[in-house]
Structure formats: structure tokens, C-alpha cells
């Protein structure tokens, strides 16, 4: 149980163009999910959190124009990436913590490593 | 701000031996506590948790949790190659659904 999805699991784009990220609980529903970036050989930074059927909650310094997210289900967000620059290239990772539950327990999804051209 | 600390690595131990992490955290108001593991070039995986004072295992896990000294660690037990990893610990419960991560300890396994 407690699985959590990504997809695509890699993607290469140009520099300019946006891209857009899911991130799906299979087996369980999320009323909050979060979404992180992870440099190579540096600590997990979350970037924002998601609400269902509410405005994401950015962290200082994530620029909420630049990282566009959608909560519009119980068992889906999306991140998408807008004019996506070579800085932008991390590696991009989801959790979710399931609804009704009493603890701070997240699931995290595979990742999806971005890279911008 | 809430802050959680985690010895620097990397851990070197033998295979077979227990490897032990230990976890501090700033707020006093955290509640739940977590050990995730990630594995390099992937995404953390929850491999512990716990919420009470005390011990609790998991096969060849442990975690200790002193709420009083506000540390929590993790033992592996039986150290196999496999559980070369970073080790992050995270804790949870200060009311606003986040949980607070340390840097990680990286735990190296030498058969």
C-alpha cells in the first residue's frame, strides 16, 4: 500500500518551453501533496505545498508564477515547469500524505529528473 | 524555525555490524518521527516511524526516540551491502502537515 506515481520519470526539453509533471497516490487518497527539487548530492528543499481544491503554498523563494500547481483531485497534482531555463534542471519529486490520517506520514513518489537544454 | 540535525558522514561499517544514526531536532512540539532511506539517483523511501518514547523495531531496524532529549536514532542490524544509502531523518507534527528533514547520513557497508 501507500504507492505513490510520477510521471514521466525523466524528460529532456529546450530551454523556453514548459513542462508539465504528475504525481498520482494509487491506492489511497491525498488531500495534501508535496512537491520537492533535489540538486545532486544536496538535501531534499521542498518547494510547495499542495492542497485539493485550494492555491499551493510556496516556500520563500519559489517563484509560485514560475512553478505552477494543480491539486484538482483527491488522488492528483501536477507541477508544470513554465519557460523552463538549463537552472531549472533537478531532479523533481512528489510525496503525498494520506487524508484522515492522524500523523505527518508522507509517501514519496519515483522522481522525475528534468533536464533542460 | 525548525531544525533537524544529523551527524556528518559518511558511516563506513562492516558488513554485519550495526550501523547506528542519531537524529536531533529543534521543536518541541514534534510529534512523529521518521527514518526514510534513499538510495542514490532515487527518491527517499519511508522505512521507519514512530511517535512514543522508546524503542521500536522493524526487522533490522530500530528506532529510538527520547523526546525528553529530544533525539531519535536509527540501528541496522546485520549491515548488508544493500543498505548503503543516505539515511534522512524527518520530523513531523508541528501543525502544518510539513516534515522537517536533516541533511542526511550517507552509511557505507564494506563487505
Known amino acids: 500500500g501507500a504507492v505513490v506515481s510520477q510521471h514521466p520519470s525523466w524528460v529532456i526539453c529546450k530551454s523556453g518551453t514548459s513542462v508539465k509533471i504528475e504525481c498520482r497516490s494509487l491506492d489511497f487518497q491525498a488531500t495534501t501533496m508535496f512537491w520537492y527539487r533535489q540538486f545532486p548530492k544536496q538535501s531534499l528543499m521542498l518547494m510547495a505545498t499542495s492542497n485539493e481544491g485550494s492555491k499551493a503554498t510556496y516556500e520563500q523563494g519559489v517563484e509560485k508564477d514560475k512553478f505552477l500547481i494543480n491539486h484538482a483531485s483527491l488522488t492528483l497534482s501536477t507541477l508544470t515547469v513554465t519557460s523552463a531555463h538549463p537552472e531549472d534542471s533537478s531532479f523533481y519529486i512528489c510525496s503525498a500524505r494520506p487524508t484522515g490520517t492522524h500523523t505527518d506520514t508522507q509517501y514519496f513518489g519515483p522522481g522525475t529528473r528534468l533536464t533542460v537544454l | 524555525q525548525k531544525e533537524v540535525e544529523q551527524n556528518s558522514g559518511p558511516l563506513s561499517v562492516p558488513e554485519g555490524a550495526i550501523a547506528s544514526l542519531n537524529c536531533t531536532y529543534s521543536?518541541?512540539?514534534?510529534?512523529?518521527f521518521f527514518w526514510y532511506r534513499q538510495y542514490s539517483g532515487k527518491s527517499p523511501e519511508l522505512i521507519m516511524f514512530?511517535?512514543?518514547?522508546g524503542d521500536k523495531e522493524d526487522g533490522r531496524f530500530t528506532a529510538q526516540l527520547n523526546k525528553a532529549s529530544q533525539y531519535v536514532s536509527l540501528l541496522i542490524r546485520d549491515s548488508q551491502p544493500s543498505d548503503s544509502a543516505t539515511y534522512l531523518c524527518?520530523?513531523?507534527?508541528?501543525?502544518?502537515?510539513?516534515?522537517?528533514f536533516g541533511k542526511g547520513n550517507q552509511v557505507v557497508v564494506i563487505p
Open positions: 524527518a520530523t513531523g507534527g508541528g501543525g502544518n502537515n510539513r516534515l522537517a
Open positions: 521543536d518541541r512540539g514534534s510529534q512523529s
Open positions: 514512530i511517535y512514543s518514547n
